[in-house]
């Protein structure tokens, strides 16, 4: 009985010396696997991201040529304004010098005509032969 005990212990011993060299070769196995799985989540990772760092600068170029393009756009409009302004602030100085070269003219002529009643005679005829030419 002893001898067979012993046998017996020998066996489960050596049952747990397999079991044990499995267990190695099966960790060793789940290790290769999950740094097999970790290198293809880190490709996956950069992959993903490169692409977004390429859509984020499409993304940034579009937007700068839509910026650009308004600034573009603003600067024309400003422009065209300024134009505009400045025509007819033109228009209003000339008509306002016109008007103030016939004040003037009338007002000289009202204190030459005031002062001087011979010069209404001839200045009453030239009046008249423009009006009849």
């Known amino acids: 009985m002893l001898g067979d ?16 060299k499995n267990a190695e070769f099966e960790y060793n196995a789940i290790i290769e696997q999950a ?11 950069l992959q993903k991201q490169k692409t977004i760092l390429q859509e984020g600068e499409i993304l940034n170029k579009k ?41 003037t003219t009338k007002s000289v002529i009202q204190k030459l005509m ?3 009643k011979d010069l209404q005679d001839e200045y009453l005829k030239t009046l008249i032969d423009d009006v009849q030419a």
């Open 114 to 116: 005031n002062e001087r």
């Open 35 to 45: 740094e097999s799985k970790k290198n293809l989540i880190l490709a996956d990772a």
């Open 63 to 103: 937007l700068h040529k839509e910026i650009s393009e308004d600034a573009q756009k603003k600067a024309h409009n400003l422009l065209k304004d300024a134009s505009a302004e400045t025509k007819r602030i033109q228009d209003e100085l000339a008509k306002n010098w016109e008007m103030a070269v016939k004040a």
């Open 5 to 20: 005990k012993i046998v017996k212990e020998l066996e489960e011993r050596e049952h747990l010396i397999k079991k044990l």
